[in-house]
Structures are given as C-alpha cells and as structure tokens.
C-alpha cells in the first residue's frame, strides 16, 4: 500500500470519527497503534511509547501546568474586578468607554494568565452586565468580550506559543517576545474598530453616567490601586525570563508565588479556593497531556512510515512562490481551526509545516507568530468556535449561541487583517527578538 493510499485512509478516518463525536485524544491515539500494528506488528509498540515520552518529558513542558495554576489563582482572587474598576477611571470618556476599557482589561489579563477560557467567563461575569445595562449594542459587547477574551493565546505568557515552541523546537523566550507586537497589534485593531463605530454612532455604546465617573479623589486612589497587582505580576513573571533572572519553567513558578502572594494580600487565600485552582488545572493540563500523547504518537508512527516526508514534499513542491506557500498553509489552519482544538492542529501540522518554512528561508518563530493569530480566529468560528460556548456559559439566558456567533464576525475580520499585516511585515514580530539576539 502506497504512503498516498494510507494517507488518505488516516485523513478520511479521522473525519469520520470527528463527526462521529470522538474525542481528539482517542482518534490520533487509535490510528496510531492500529497503523503500528498493520506497519510493524507489536514489536513497534514500544517506539510509539519512547516517542511520546520523550516529548512529555521535556522540562520546559513543567510550565504548562504552573502557568495553567497561576491564572486559575488569579481567576478566583478577584484581581480582575479590581482591574476592571480602575480601568473604568482611563476609559470611561472616551466612545464606547466600557468596551475599550474591557479590552485593556483583556490585555492585561492576557499578559497575567495566558490562557483565555478563564479571560471569556471572567469578562463575560464582569463586563458584559455593565455594558448591557448602559444599553450598548448586544452585538458589539459580545463581539468585544469574545474577541477580547482571545487575546490570551497572543500575549505572552501563553500556552499556545508554550506547546508552538515545544512542537517546533523554537526558544520559548523568543516566541514570548515576538508575540508582544502583533498581541498589541490586535488589541489597538479592537479599541480602534470600537471607538470609531461608537464616534460614528453614539448609541452603539453610551457613555458611563457622570456620577460614576466623577469619584473623590480618594475612591480614585483605592480604584488604581487595582492596577498594582497586575502589574507586579506581569512584571514578575516577563521580567524574570527577559532580565535573565529565570528561565521560562522557573519563571511559571515564580507566577505561581506572585499568584499565591496577591491572593493573601486580598485576603482571599484558602483551602477552598486552592483545591478549586488545583482541580482546574488538572482537569485542563489534563485534555491537553491526553491530546498531546494521542497526537506525537500518530506524529511518531506516520514518521516512519513516511507520511510526514511525503506531505512535506507535496506541500513545498506546490507551484506557488514562498509566500503562497505560507498562504496555503493558513488557509489549511483555518479550516483546522474550524473543527479541531488548537493543540490537536498545533501538534498534527508542525511538525509538517515547520521543516517546510526553515526550507523556505523564514523564520519559524515569525511562522509561530502567525500560527498563533491563526488559533485566535478558532477561538470564534462556527462550529467549534470555544470562546463562544464559555460566553454562553455565563452570558444572560436570552443570549443564545447563535447571537452569539453573530456578533465575533467583524473582529474575525479584524483577526484576518491583523495576520495579514504581520505575515506581510514580518519585522512586526521580529524585532523585540533581534534586540535580544
């Protein structure tokens, strides 16, 4: 049987247990040992398991869960109501005040977790009442919530880059840096699209009333001092792998600490509240280990049988220039993206796609830039779309999936743009590194 025949065989199996309702995890892991056992017989068992292993147990892999810990601290510390609040003081004049200052929050949240499910369900409890209530358009506040919320796969620390840099053999460090720029990048395309809709058209996002601006000077105070731990976090834990103080596995337990301490400062440290955090990680280091050992022991045996070298070739031979090769392989991702979780795509393409993109003479670090916009956009399309489904999690009941669905479609365009402009300018995500290098 030809390495084209079998391909087509994996492909066309995985499709029809997705539709199924199979998980990710039980689909890479069944073709795996079932083509091991048709290619090699149960002598080639234990190559699938040394395979997996060893990506397992790379060291920088002990980030994952201590930053997956930190932000599920932080989510049930209440840091992101006080952040909320004090950002209503620096946002609350300007057009569409509440959605621009929930988009900073969005920021900041995302430089001091990482991971965006905790970003949707939190702003979605917080922001979108308020917005609601001061009679904002209902698309626009879900879209900015949503959007918003998506940040946390850009700006560093993130898991995504996390497990793109695991995959691709990429620095972690660099990865961090290049992605500061185009995480910006996105935010300000967001505050942008807000404040000129709401200039533009006024009711789309009436101002605050005036009494809740004008604060005594001491309520002021206390509001920005909501500001301090978020920053001191962020700082703590960026500073720290940038200033060389620590690499990134030891900057994660450093967030960890700086998590615990300004949950004690809040006083809102407690065994209720760190079993709740401990639970969580788990449950989500525990989707992505399961997908991870499923996908690198597909990865592993399609190897040596070939498949990865032939769908390298076909891909690089394709009668495009580079730049449309790259184009090809976004277009790939976003379909992906419309089906499949972000660390199944990550951990079944890379390690395709990055060989493809060193042969082309680009930067794989710029490529992982790209890689990570790209799963923004996941984050919101139909059908899978899981930034949606967490809104809905908390969102009021008239709010259906459907309106919700409805309402991301302008900031995906402006994700889309965003990836444009940083796959046509790739000096946006490549000079924070070369000032390191």
């Known amino acids: 049987m030809t390495i084209e025949t079998i ?5 066309g199996a995985m499709l029809l247990l997705m539709l199924a309702g199979v998980p990710l995890a039980w689909i890479t892991m069944a073709i795996a040992v079932t083509c091991t056992l048709a290619w090699l017989g149960p002598m080639g068992l234990p190559l699938v398991a040394s395979r997996v292993y060893g990506f397992v147990s790379e060291y920088v892999f002990v980030a994952v869960p201590l930053f997956v810990l930190m932000a599920c601290i932080l989510e049930r510390s209440g840091v992101a109501k006080d952040l909320y609040d004090a950002m209503r003081l620096l946002a609350g004049r300007l057009p569409g005040g509440v959605a621009v200052q929930t988009t900073l929050v969005a ?3 995302a430089a001091m977790t990482g991971i965006i499910g905790g970003e949707v369900v939190l702003l979605g409890l917080i922001a979108l009442p308020q917005m609601l209530r001061l009679g904002y358009d209902r698309k626009l506040a879900i879209g900015v919530i949503c959007a918003g919320g998506s940040l946390g796969t850009m700006i560093p620390p993130s898991v995504v880059l996390l497990v793109y840099g695991l995959t691709a053999g990429v620095s972690i460090g660099d990865l961090f840096l290049a992605a500061v720029l185009p995480g910006l990048l996105l935010g300000s395309l967001y505050v942008g699209y807000v404040m000129l809709r709401c200039w533009l058209n006024p009711a789309l996002g009436p101002p605050a009333p005036a009494e809740e601006l004008a604060v005594p000077l001491a309520e002021k105070l206390r509001l920005l001092r909501g500001l301090i731990l978020p920053i001191l976090i962020i700082v703590w834990v960026l500073g720290s792998i940038y200033g060389g103080i620590a690499s990134v596995t030891e900057s994660a337990g450093v967030g960890c600490v700086g998590a615990l301490l300004s949950a004690a400062l809040r006083r809102e440290l407690s065994l209720d509240m760190l079993k709740g955090a401990l639970v969580q990680t788990m449950t989500t280091v525990g989707v992505i280990i399961w997908l991870t050992l499923g996908a690198n022991a597909f990865i592993g045996i399609y190897n040596i049988m070939g498949g990865t070298g032939y769908l390298r070739g076909m891909i690089a031979g394709l009668p495009l220039p580079p730049l449309g090769i790259v184009l090809v392989m976004m277009a790939i991702l976003l379909v992906l993206g419309c089906i499949i979780d972000w660390i199944g795509i990550c951990l079944l393409t890379m390690p395709i796609f990055v060989p493809v993109i060193k042969a082309l003479g680009y930067d794989p670090v710029w490529f992982g830039v790209l890689f990570c916009m790209n799963m923004q956009v996941s984050y919101l399309t139909p059908p899978f779309g899981p930034a949606a489904f967490y809104l809905k999690g908390v969102a009021p009941p008239d709010v259906s999936l459907q309106e919700i669905f409805a309402s991301v479609w302008p900031f995906i365009g402006l994700q889309v743009v965003g990836l444009s ?17």
């Open 7 to 11: 391909t087509l065989l994996v492909v």
């Open 107 to 109: 920021i900041v949240m």
């Open 421 to 437: 402009i940083v796959l046509l300018f790739p000096e946006i995500a490549l000079w924070l590194p070369s000032l390191g290098g």
